[in-house]
């Protein structure tokens, strides 16, 4: 009798999702390559064929056509496409608080400068300038006037190529930026947000699970979660196996950007109904990149 229950026993364990070298194996995850994707590094370097980076411009396209168990986006994006009722993916935690920076190559580079001759932003109408406009008034900066590139490379360009720039940039350009000029000063935006706000980063990015693949499958959506929430720990317990890791898979440039840029990407997870708050801040700077008004309490998830 003992044989006759052995065999099937492993047949099933084949074919289920399991712990597989020490992670959750069988849960397909998407993820925007650079800062975003430094969250599930260590996880993605055991099991890479579940993990797919793309383009910032098209995470959007993930949740519509819900192919993946997790996604990792914009927290404002996914509030957004949830509140449209286009969406099966609730917010299971928060994992980044903000990777932005305002940097300049100027002499004794300050403020008080932005407020004297403005800004250069990238990606105008988002929730990323929204913040640091709001930032930047709330601590008595707010700019001369404000201009816009596309991204954060964008912005990048400029700030090496002009000395009397001051623009916002993101990590790891900002990074790979001053090892090119070492002359670049830098503020973080996090920092200005915190002396208005009094929370610790604003709600960047978020880990979104499916509820289906939770519904049916909540022993390995609570494991893969607990994985996440260690991925982010090693960010800060080991910054040079993670970029290393990163170099690796290709989601910074190089290991060394990687090493200098992890520590300033403000990588940090939150569960869900722990960062309710914070989102909620977040989301009042700008309503409309959260689809209008407040996220709704069903669109955190908990178990």
Known sequence: MKKIFFIPLLILLAFSPVFSQGSVHGMKVSAPNGAPAICVASIAEKNPDDFTFVTPETISACFANARDDFIIAPVNAGAKIYRSGKSSYKLAAVVTWGNLYFASQRKNFTLADIKKYGVTLFGENTINASVA??????????????????????????????????????????????????????????????????????????????????????????????????????????????AKICA????????????????????????????????????????????????????????
């Not at 990074?175 to 960047?204: C, H, R, V």
């Not at 939770?214 to 317990?237: M, Q, W, Y």
């Not at 940090?268 to 977040?282: G, H, I, N, P, Q």
Request: overall charge positive; hydrophobic content about 45%.
């Open 248 to 303: 690796e898979l290709q989601i910074l440039p190089n290991a060394k950007v990687a090493e200098k840029a992890i520590p300033s990407c403000a990588v940090r997870f939150v569960s869900a109904l722990d960062a309710k708050k914070m989102v909620e801040s977040t989301a009042k700077i700008d309503l409309k990149q959260f689809g209008g008004s407040i996220p709704e309490n069903d669109f955190y998830f908990s178990f």
């Open 133 to 242: 406009l709001f930032a930047l008034e709330k601590n008595g900066a707010a700019p001369k006037k404000v201009e816009y590139l596309a991204g954060a490379s964008n912005t990048q360009a400029l700030l090496l190529s002009d000395k009397n720039a001051i623009v916002l940039t993101a990590e790891p350009a900002l990074s790979a930026a001053k090892m090119k000029n070492p002359q670049i000063k830098s503020f973080s935006l996090n920092e200005l947000f915190k002396n208005a706000t009094g929370f610790d980063g604003y709600a960047q990015a978020g880990l979104f699970v499916k509820v289906e693949t939770a519904k049916n499958h909540p022993d390995e959506v609570r494991a893969f979660i607990d994985e996440v929430k260690k991925s982010c720990g090693l960010c800060k317990t080991d910054v040079a196996l993670v």
